[in-house]
């Protein structure tokens, strides 16, 4: 599994999510994480996962890339991870591969391997969410990238981790015919399995605050989400309710500051920097206020939260996207983040807990086809290896 990291924690998160659900089918597998260092870092590994790291890379404002940390060309860092990369798969050998998000990787640091991956059987697999981005901008960057070439020659299959009810991937971006055929949709990813890699206990959840009713802002990795949590801080909460502030491993030090600040006079308020595994909160909080990013709305879609959703609106517009669609199909509220006020929350606070009336359901089914669909992958590769070796077999039996 290849995991792009450059920007927040969604995709490694994503990814060893799947992991863990193949791990528990009864499958067996060996799988082998590629991530970025500070990603793998952050996460509990599921029992039978090990993890190569790469060093880091960030995207620009331009869609640049720039290294995160060390002080090297960009072009340098790039062919090392290209170089890590290629020896780490070529040496594991896998039955498949699964790529998320980028077809070619950062920085197309994944095509010298997937060349000869798909030489030697592997088959190769691009993992997709519910929505990319807005379908003339995924059309342009994916033609500048040569991403439709790149699927039609390497890809054996594409996923896209979604219900096509909510948002149909394929259709709403055009993809090519060709491509298009290779496109299964899995469902949304449930998100509940992730409670077992969790910590049996958080203080946020024990003592007084045991017995009030918690209401949860969480902004992602917390690069672009200070707004968002600087509101909640200054909302007003009801007297029986506690507010607590995931403001992510990546939040500025400036915007972390001044939310700490808020706290010296807001007893009702907590910040926690970073929760390796924020499940737990998350299926104990009576309301929510969040980003719209994928692994956020499958929580609340998985623990059937009542939330208010607040998606970064620009300049990538992938968030806006789904929130709108959840929003229609009666699965979350929002606020556009132009009209974001301490008051809008302060009023959403003060509504009518009950909740409202109930929503469509979504297929959340994704980790269980995502089994099915590697054990077809696993049994075609058998059958046609059988078939390569048979002629051998029969002719060394001297029949």
């Known amino acids: 599994m290849y995991s792009p990291g450059m920007v927040g924690l969604g995709h490694v998160r994503r990814n060893l999510l799947i992991a863990q659900a193949l791990v528990a089918s009864g499958l067996q597998p060996a ?6 260092a500070a990603e793998a870092a952050a996460f509990h590994l599921p029992p039978g996962v090990d993890c190569v790291t790469l060093p880091a890379l960030r995207k620009t404002g331009d869609d640049r890339f720039r290294p995160r940390r060390i002080a090297l060309a960009v072009e340098r860092l790039v062919e090392l991870r290209a170089r890590v990369i290629h020896g780490a798969l070529t040496s ?11 077809p070619r990787g950062a920085a197309r640091e994944l095509d010298p391997v997937l060349e000869d991956l798909c030489r030697g059987g592997t088959r190769c697999v691009l993992g997709l969410r519910d929505v990319l981005e807005a379908p003339a901008t995924v059309r342009r960057e994916w033609a500048k990238a040569e991403s439709f070439a790149a699927v039609d020659r390497w890809y054996h299959s594409i996923w896209v981790y979604g219900d096509p009810a909510v948002y149909d991937l394929a259709a709403e971006c055009r993809f090519p015919p060709q491509m ?7 469902g949304y990813l449930d998100q509940r399995p992730r409670l077992a890699m969790a910590r049996a206990d958080h203080p946020i959840l024990d003592g007084a605050t045991a017995r009030q009713r918690l209401f949860l802002c969480a902004v ?13 801080a200054r909302a007003d909460f009801p007297p029986d309710a506690v507010g607590v502030i995931l403001s992510g491993p990546f939040m500025p030090g400036a915007v972390g500051e001044q939310i700490r600040a808020a706290l010296r006079n807001r007893p009702q308020l907590h910040v926690l920097g970073f929760v390796s595994e924020p499940t737990p909160l998350v299926a104990r909080a009576d309301r929510i206020i969040a980003m719209g990013g994928y692994n956020t709305l499958c929580e609340l879609l998985s623990f059937g939260k009542r939330a208010l959703i607040v998606p970064r609106a620009g300049p990538r517009r992938e968030q806006l996207i789904r929130a709108e669609r959840f929003h229609a199909l009666g699965l979350v509220e929002m606020v556009h983040p132009q009209d974001l006020s301490p008051d809008v929350l302060s009023d959403w606070f003060r509504q009518d807990p009950a909740p409202g009336p109930p929503a469509r359901r979504v297929d959340l089914h994704g980790l269980d086809r995502i089994v099915g669909m590697i054990q077809e992958m696993l049994a075609l590769t058998r059958r046609r290896t059988m078939r390569v070796r048979q002629p051998a077999a029969i002719s060394g039996a001297g029949l």
């Open 31 to 36: 799988v082998l994480l590629i991530a970025e």
């Open 180 to 186: 298009g055929r290779k496109v299964r949709y899995t």
């Open 92 to 102: 594991f050998c896998p039955d498949v591969l699964i790529v998320d998000h980028l």
């Open 220 to 232: 992602g990795g917390g690069q672009d989400g200070g707004r968002l949590a600087q509101t909640f």
